[in-house]
C-alpha cells in the first residue's frame, strides 16, 4: 500500500473529490433525518394533546353519571 509520502497529486485529488462526496451525502442524509425528527415530534405532542383531551372528556362524562 501506498504511503501518504507516495501518493501522486492526482490521487490526492481523487480522494478529496471522494471525501467531499461523502460529506455532501452524509449531510443531505442528516437533513432529511432531521426533518422527519422535527415532524415526529409535532404528531406526538398533536396526539398528548388529543389524549389530554380524551381524558379530561372521560372525566367529565364519569362525574355527570354520579
Same mark, same amino acid.
Given at each position: 500500500m501506498?504511503?501518504? !509520502?507516495?501518493?501522486?497529486?492526482? +490521487?490526492?485529488? =481523487?480522494?478529496?473529490?471522494? /471525501? @467531499?462526496?461523502?460529506?455532501?451525502?452524509?449531510? =443531505?442524509?442528516?437533513?432529511? @433525518?432531521?426533518?422527519?425528527?422535527?415532524?415526529?415530534?409535532?404528531? &406526538? /405532542?398533536?396526539? !398528548?394533546?388529543?389524549? !389530554?383531551?380524551?381524558?379530561?372528556?372521560? +372525566?367529565? /362524562? &364519569?362525574?355527570?353519571?354520579?
Amino acid at each position: 500500500m501506498t504511503t501518504e !509520502k507516495q501518493l501522486s497529486l492526482k +490521487q490526492m485529488q =481523487r480522494r478529496a473529490l471522494k /471525501a @467531499e462526496a461523502e460529506l455532501e451525502s452524509i449531510q =443531505r442524509i442528516r437533513q432529511y @433525518e432531521h426533518g422527519w425528527e422535527l415532524t415526529h415530534h409535532r404528531e &406526538l /405532542a398533536a396526539y !398528548k394533546v388529543a389524549l !389530554k383531551e380524551a381524558m379530561e372528556a372521560l +372525566q367529565w /362524562a &364519569l362525574e355527570q353519571t354520579t
